[in-house]
């Protein structure tokens, strides 16, 4: 079995009994893939519905081992997560991060603020907002440029806790997205209470806008995060259609493969001078 693009459910639904020894080869590959240099990451940019002037961007992690080629991250995130490694992968990608934005700082771009995805592991870490603090602190860029991605399942389990981290993550200058908004059930009441800066809008209801149920959803979410002075991100926009009706509705941010695919460092100059046009 390949696992090349493909998520693990699927594996786990196939049933095959050659799935549990591909999982543990692909996990011994992964265990080394830090010190190996096999992980890179990709950039996406999201922009301003309105002027197309870019808003922000969100880094997105790729994993390519010689043997097994590239893996989707539906796979090996996953498997960080189950096997704890995804702390230390997490810190890596979050120094990375801050590394290239004082590279690109240094060549003179003006650099929009970066999201990191979160798990919800790393969110339990007590020295999250240290951690931050000090790799901001060691690479001389602003705590302001960073954005951490977090589902809402990250922070259910214990709101007290959650409210906490999040007031320490603000105090440390960071501002926070609420990833794949709508999908996981929650309460809504934590929005008011948590500090939140931005709910990114799942991409399953922008491939459906076009059905008059979802687009109320769409609506619905866009209006709540207006009377929260919350700002709205719509993510997995692929067509002008798409776009415009987004727009329409009043959605402060677009992201998809519309304006531009998650691509590498040296590639962001494109957006990061200007409108995007598509
Ligand atoms: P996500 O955070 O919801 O990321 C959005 C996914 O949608 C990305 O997939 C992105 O490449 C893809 N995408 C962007 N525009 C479009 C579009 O127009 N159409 C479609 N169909 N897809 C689009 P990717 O990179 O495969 O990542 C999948 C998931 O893996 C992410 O979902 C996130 O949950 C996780 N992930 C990726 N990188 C990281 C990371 O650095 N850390 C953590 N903890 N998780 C990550
Ligand atoms: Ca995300
Ligand atoms: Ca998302
Ligand atoms: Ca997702």
Not at 10 to 15: A, M, S, W
Not at 140 to 159: C, K, Q, V
């Amino acid at each position: 079995a390949r696992m090349n693009g493909r998520n693990l459910h699927e594996f786990y639904l196939e049933g095959s009994r050659e799935i549990v020894p591909e999982i543990l080869r692909i996990e011994q590959k992964l265990f080394r893939a830090l010190d190996n240099a096999e992980f890179t990451l990709v950039y996406q940019p999201y922009l301003n519905a309105k002027t197309h002037e870019p808003g922000g961007m969100e880094a997105l992690l790729r994993w390519k081992n010689n043997e097994l080629g590239s893996v989707s991250p539906g796979v090996f995130i996953p498997l960080l997560e189950d096997t704890g490694m995804i702390v230390e992968v997490g810190n890596f990608i979050l120094r990375t991060v801050c590394q290239q934005i004082a590279v690109w700082q240094r060549r003179g771009l003006t650099v929009v603020p970066v999201s990191v995805n979160l798990s919800p592991l790393q969110f339990k870490q007590l020295d999250l907002p240290n951690n931050i603090l000090k790799m901001t602190d060691d690479t001389g860029i602003s705590p302001r440029l960073l954005n951490l991605e977090i589902t809402e399942s990250a922070f259910m389990e214990d709101a007290e806790y959650s409210r906490r981290m999040l007031m320490q993550l603000r105090e440390a200058g960071t501002s926070v997205s609420i990833d794949d908004f709508g999908t996981g059930y929650s309460s809504l009441s934590y929005l008011k209470r948590f500090p939140i800066n931005h709910l990114k809008i799942d991409i399953s209801f922008v491939r459906d806008i076009a059905d008059p149920e979802i687009e109320a959803i769409v609506r619905a979410i866009i209006g709540l995060a207006e009377n929260l002075h919350l700002k709205t991100i719509a993510e997995g926009v692929e067509t002008e259609e798409q776009s415009f009706k987004l727009r329409s509705l009043g959605a402060d941010y677009l992201q998809g493969y519309l304006f531009s695919k998650p691509v590498p460092a040296d590639e962001v100059t494109r957006f990061l001078s200007g409108p995007i046009k598509t």
